[in-house]
C-alpha cells in the first residue's frame, strides 16, 4: 500500500482579497479571529475556531469569489446577525431572488437559517444554523 504525500501535512484553502491589511483587520478587529502573519510575502492567515486556518493572499486583480467562501455555523443565526451588526456587518440582501432575505438578512425559505456577508474585499461569508 502506498502512503499519501499529504499524510503528515495539515491541509488548508485559501482565497484573495485585493488589501491584506484591510481583510486582516476586518477578520482579526470585527469577526474577532486571531489572524496571523504569513511572512513578507502579502499573506496572512485566518485561525479558526476548531483548529482550521485560512490564507488570505494579495492579487492585484483581485475579484471577488462569486460563491460562498467561508461558512460560520452559530448555534442562533439571529443573535450572530444582531451581534455582528453592532459590530458593523453588513447584511446582504436579496429581495426578489429565490434567496430572499428578510429585514436581518436571514434567508428563511428552507434549509438552515443563513445570512451572507461580505469582507472588504468582496468575498462573501456566512452564518448558518448549525443543527
Do not use: C
Request: charged share 20%.
Amino acid at each position: 500500500m502506498t502512503t499519501s504525500p499529504f499524510e503528515h501535512t495539515t491541509p488548508f484553502s485559501g482565497f484573495s482579497v485585493d488589501d491584506v491589511e484591510a481583510a486582516a483587520r476586518f477578520y482579526r478587529d470585527t469577526l474577532g479571529l486571531t489572524v496571523t502573519d504569513a511572512g513578507e510575502h502579502g499573506t496572512a492567515f485566518i485561525e479558526l475556531p476548531g483548529g482550521a486556518r485560512v490564507l488570505t493572499y494579495a492579487k492585484p486583480d483581485h475579484t471577488p469569489a462569486s460563491y460562498t467562501v467561508l461558512n460560520f455555523p452559530v448555534s442562533d443565526v439571529e443573535a450572530a446577525v444582531a451581534e455582528l451588526g453592532r459590530r458593523g456587518v453588513t447584511f446582504e440582501r436579496y429581495a426578489g431572488t429565490p434567496m430572499a432575505t428578510d429585514e436581518q438578512g436571514i434567508f428563511r425559505g428552507g434549509g438552515p437559517l443563513i445570512a451572507w456577508f461580505t469582507d472588504p474585499a468582496g468575498n462573501v461569508m456566512s452564518v448558518l444554523q448549525d443543527s
